[in-house]
């Protein structure tokens, strides 16, 4: 926030903006000759210079092409500098660049481009088709990997910027901080997705909240991976680029984060729970396949020593000069290798959203040396309305709202927020956005949740989401899914199904790469999933004692949102604490049976050494 004005940022050039183009331009001023995109290896390296003059090409020629001020143009990209440069330009002009899930189908290309009426599109060749099969009316379809009939490449634009009579100065300076930046569509789970309409004020005030939050320093790096249809990689990569000047690597396929990250090494990096949770079944994988030995006792007395310290500090207790030295030479000689090995060691800043996380794999990280913190938020307000920081910073909640938001209950625990980070409203659907945003301004998140006295939100579950069984119980689903999920590493995905019946049931899909190699090292012929799943299993399972005596799990479960400790409130269907901390005792003990029998064997042979 400067001078009052909660939408305006101080740029680190100390110039003051309030829309994305002013930010992008002073940043490209600023650090002409530093690197501002690259591809992993260096495949493709851009400097803020050649950014800033490709994107005053791109927007001559898009403004040849006929694109207005608030105008929409469509893109269905990977994440490559393509990208940046044709969404950049756009924003350029006053037009509002949305962009497109590459998994979509004809028909929901077709809703999308109908909704947001852009007569052009950019897009490479492998998403050409299911474009052509939507049927859409695009003037111009914009092809930047390929040269195919019918379509402009890239280098057309630009070569069409070159031969234009076009102020592209006075196209940038005239866009308005009330103006749309983009569109993010809804999954539309309730739905057809609706168009969540983001102006410049909303994501700069985003910003100087996160100025306010970070303290950024020169040789911060980070990436972008996740589908730029997400509001997660927009912040967290395309826009925080510009404002803040950062270096980011583009990774084309999200699959290879783990593979890209040796190369990128972001200091600051968002990981929604699923790629967190990859990347510890690939350390547990590994340890459990290809370590033997002195080599994996030692690995596992070193990850376990770092959680307990972890587990410790994270609980705000004092960490026991002895197990603060055995922490210490953990990490010299196991955990600043798996760091290094991993790419995360230089992150100080490590983030996680968009979906419920255990503790337990917060823990994890933390005990390997890696800060991970939980934050909150949706599409209708930029993504992050709260997140807990190193100075506040409650494991199981998603921290505390942003400087400059508000939050607040409903009379049936909804989360409300207000603050200029909330939307515009949905695109051509005034009744749906009257329903997200009442008079008063707050917008209505859908989440359940609560708010501690000291300021802590923790999320229980979506509103429509909620369980309610035979006996009119209110139950999370995502707390059962996630306290099934924590108890074993093959386990990738669980959905919990129990509406109007007696007991709660799960569909469970297991982890692939895990299941392959306990299924390699049972002997098995056939390595895959499927046939992992198929092997001799109880036709019945119970829940650990502490938790037995109610069908719907209770004492298992574990919040939802981003949160992922016990819920709190007045929904039915509770267990007191002391009941919740057993059964979180129960979890963790099958968790970590392995690494606890290595060290107390290791203590043994100390002893016997002594």
Known sequence: MTNGDPTVVRHPSGALVSTLPQAFQQTAALKPDAVAIRTTGDAVVLTWRQYADRVQKIAAGLAALGVKHGHTVGLMLRNRPEFHLADTAAMHLGAIPFSIYNTSAPDQIRYLFTNAENAVVFTEKDF???IRAAGANLAHLVV????????????DIESLGDNADFDFDSAWRSVR???VATLIYTSGTTGPPKGVELTHANVMAEFAAIVDLLDLRPDDRITSYLPHAHIADRVTGHYANMV???PMTDVADPRAIAQALPDARPTVWLGVPRVWHKIKVGIETKLDTEATGLKRRLALWAIDTGVRAASQMLAGKSVSPSLALRRKIADRLVLAKVRAALGLDKLRWGVTGAAAIPVETIEFFWGLGIPVYEVWGESECVGGATSNRPDANKVGSVGKP?????ISLANDDELLIRGPIVMRGYRKQPEKTAEAIDADGWLHTGDIGTIDEQGFVTIVDRKKELIVNESGKNLSPTNIEMAIQETSPLIDQVVAIGDARPYVTALIVLESEAAAAQAAALG??????AAFAQRPRPGRCLPPPSARGTPSFPASSRSSGSSSSAPRGNLAGRTDPDDEAQAQADRREVFRRDRQAVCKDARARHRQLG
């Open 128 to 130: 050409l088709p299911a």
């Open 144 to 155: 930047v990997d390929a040269d195919i009939d019918g379509c402009h490449t890239l280098s």
């Open 177 to 179: 901080p009330d103006d």
């Open 244 to 246: 803040l000047g950062v």
């Open 402 to 406: 942003l400087g400059n938001v508000e």
């Open 524 to 529: 098995m012929a056939d390595h895959s999933a």
